[in-house]
């Protein structure tokens, strides 16, 4: 058996932070918030900031930058 030395499970703490800036982020206006699009946003937080590497404040800006991109309702003409 290999041993990791890479934390690989999240404090509560850092769940906390995870899901607040999900919820901050999803509730906007311009993200399209079908089921899919929610899934993948979460599943992007997890795999682009594994435990204990999300500074919520050092990061937000990067995080809302590419909901943007990727999650950004349509709107009509």
Sequence with gaps: MGYFSS???FEPDELGALKQVFDEITSQPW???S???KQSFAR???ETF???HLNPDKHRSIIE???RMF???DEAP
């Design 35 to 37: 089921e899919e699009n």
């Design 31 to 33: 993200f399209d918030a």
């Design 71 to 73: 999650y950004t309702r």
């Design 7 to 9: 934390k690989t499970a």
């Design 50 to 52: 594994p435990a204990g």
């Design 65 to 67: 930058a590419s909901a």
């Design 44 to 46: 992007y937080l997890f």
